[in-house]
T-cell receptor, first 113, second 115 residues
Framework: DAKTTQPNSMESNEEEPVHLPCNHSTISGTDYIHWYRQLPSQGPEYVIHGLTSNVNNRMASLAIAEDRKSSTLILHRATLRDAAVYYCILRDETGGGADGLTFGKGTHLIIQP | DTAVSQTPKYLVTQMGNDKSIKCEQNLGHDTMYWYKQDSKKFLKIMFSYNNKELIINETVPNRFSPKSPDKAHLNLHINSLELGDSAVYFC??????????????FGNGTRLTVT
């Protein structure tokens, strides 16, 4: 899987929007951009994924740059429960999915009350 | 209902023992995985398995072996446990197939402590 680069940590205030950046300059045309998060003492949890167009779901929005070399996960109104490590992962669509996900270090998001 | 469940949640054992961790998923997925998260919080895939193939991370010692009695279960057997095996082990499942990009669903982990 192609490599992604994320800040080690970010801090935000409760009830404010959070923009989590991810760089993936070596992304290939068949790589989907996935975001997962891991809350304390829990397993990773799927957040969102996309290929080229921006995506929205109940948890977050994913903004993908036009050249696909970067993306941003947007939490529209952070709560204390959003404090977690957020992972940006590239996954090759042609692989069939049986090879799983390759996790990097992720971004540790701290939410201040 | 819990989608991916692991047992036990905590496992404390001595060096040299053999132990198993069980994993069950009720999502109807055809692929299951084992991940290891060490003390530095790095998540590394150990195995992925479906009814067609077993993919093994080449860095995993052969003391670790996955066993799947059916599509809903993938158990992890560990022989001759070592101190370095202490970690949190996560089971996951997904639906796979050409063109699929379905999310992985993870269990809440088994914390293994080897003394």
């Amino acid at each position: 899987d192609a490599k992604t680069t994320q800040p080690n940590s970010m801090e935000s205030n409760e009830e404010e929007p959070v923009h989590l950046p991810c760089n993936h300059s070596t992304i290939s045309g068949t790589d989907y951009i996935h975001w997962y998060r891991q809350l304390p003492s829990q397993g990773p949890e799927y957040v969102i994924h996309g290929l080229t167009s921006n995506v929205n779901n109940r948890m977050a929005s994913l903004a993908i740059a036009e050249d696909r070399k970067s993306s941003t996960l947007i939490l529209h109104r952070a709560t204390l429960r959003d404090a977690a490590v957020y992972y940006c992962i590239l996954r090759d669509e042609t692989g069939g999915g049986a090879d799983g996900l390759t996790f990097g270090k992720g971004t540790h998001l701290i939410i201040q009350p | 209902d819990t989608a991916v469940s692991q047992t036990p949640k905590y496992l404390v054992t001595q060096m040299g023992n053999d132990k198993s961790i069980k994993c069950e998923q009720n999502l109807g997925h055809d692929t299951m995985y084992w991940y290891k998260q060490d003390s530095k919080k790095f998540l590394k895939i150990m195995f992925s398995y479906n009814n067609k193939e077993l993919i093994i991370n080449e860095t995993v010692p052969n003391r670790f072996s996955p066993k799947s009695p059916d599509k809903a279960h993938l158990n992890l057997h560990i022989n001759s446990l070592e101190l370095g095996d202490s970690a949190v082990y996560f089971c996951a499942s997904s639906r796979s197939g050409q063109g699929y990009n379905s999310p992985l669903h993870f269990g809440n982990g088994t914390r293994l402590t080897v003394t």
